[in-house]
């Protein structure tokens, strides 16, 4: 039986009514008419640029963030990260930036963010149990840990590779898509990793061995049916698939998998930086990680349960493959041309 995010959103919500959480304080209620109280002005809304998948967060995080702070109204919007990112930075460029947090996978970009004064420092007293480091100074703190590995779909691959290398071999030839790092932070590191370990012949190879360059929406849909009986992919979404009933394997490449943290950082010109600091608790918190968990991404926070069906997080950081962040970041723009031109 398929099973939605909103099966799991309802038990996630009765465990968070009833464990003690990092949001804190008592709930405040509702204040009907805003404009006639005098004493204090109740919360203003948060809007949030995120690249998290969007039905995790209306059916997940959405209703549990909706009972536990009554009093902060949250506007999600979700988009890939490129996409994020771009938007925000148009925003920054017209002197004002709609989002209160920006929450993506994409290191180098809140070193940015930072280093322009654009992010509020902020250490959550959750981030003391956190297995990732935190800035130093607070600008921006983990949530989640997602592995690009590559996905097959049983019905249609008897033999499936089993490293990233086995992926030119002449018999997966048109057999194979990925998404466009253009859009896809995930797949833009993932590009950056295997450039590194093999050089552009490794892409100039997959290129001529017929790898398709995916819208990633498109791509799991055709994985399902079997279209694309090989996708260069995150953990999470062959996870799920399987989890919908789709016969797929995950395989964890020989040379490693790509680890992609994702972070959370709240804006500096934020209108209400205390229910922001709410909000980054509460990602922060059991209920927020386990939210990540049952969305089948890595969980940060010691303690809590990893995805059902994923390796291990400690296994996936021995075998991982690794990403030079530093690096990307200056050569992020050649990166991108060069793979456009190869794949063109």
């Known amino acids: 039986m398929k099973r939605s995010y909103t099966d799991v959103a309802v038990s996630l919500l009765l465990a968070g009514m009833l464990a003690v959480t990092g949001c804190g304080g008592t709930e405040k209620k509702p204040v009907e008419k805003p404009a006639e109280k005098a004493a204090a002005k109740p919360a203003s809304g948060l809007t949030v640029y995120t690249s998290v998948y969007n039905g995790m967060v209306q059916e997940m995080a959405k209703p549990v963030v909706e009972q536990q702070l009554k009093d902060v109204k949250v506007n999600w919007q979700t988009a890939g ?21 920006v929450m993506i996978s994409d290191p180098d970009f809140y070193l940015r963010l930072k280093k322009d004064g654009k992010l509020l420092n902020y250490k959550s007293p959750e981030s003391a149990e956190l297995a990732e480091p935190v800035d130093s100074d607070g600008a921006f703190t983990p949530i989640r840990i997602s592995a690009m590995v590559i996905a097959v779909h049983n019905d249609k691959i008897k033999e499936p590779p089993r490293s990233w290398k086995d992926l030119l071999d002449p018999k997966y030839k048109g057999k194979i898509a ?22 552009w012949e490794y892409w100039e190879k997959l290129k001529a061995n017929g ?13 399902a049916h079997g279209e694309y009986p090989i996708t260069i992919t995150m953990e999470e979404n062959v996870l799920k698939q399987k989890a919908q009933g789709v016969n ?17 950082g709240i804006l500096k010109d934020t209108k209400n930086p205390e229910g922001a600091k709410k909000l980054v608790d509460w990602w922060l918190s059991r209920e927020g990680q386990s939210a990540m968990s049952l969305a089948y991404m890595h969980p940060v926070k010691y303690g809590v349960k990893e995805p059902a069906g994923a390796q291990k997080l400690g296994d996936l950081r021995i075998h991982s493959l690794s990403v030079n962040w530093n690096k990307l970041a200056v050569e992020e723009k050649q990166v991108k041309e060069k793979f456009a031109a190869i794949m063109k």
């Open 81 to 101: 990260s490129e996409s994020v990112k771009a938007k925000l930075l148009d925003e920054m460029k017209d002197g004002h930036a709609e989002a209160d947090l």
């Open 178 to 199: 990925m998404p466009n790092p253009k859009v896809a932070v995930t797949a833009l590191a993932t590009v950056a990793a295997l450039t590194d370990k093999y050089g």
């Open 211 to 223: 790898v398709i360059v995916s819208k990633t929406l498109e791509m799991r849909e055709k994985f």
């Open 248 to 264: 797929a394997t995950v395989v964890y490449p020989e040379e490693g998998s790509v680890l992609v943290p994702g972070y959370i």
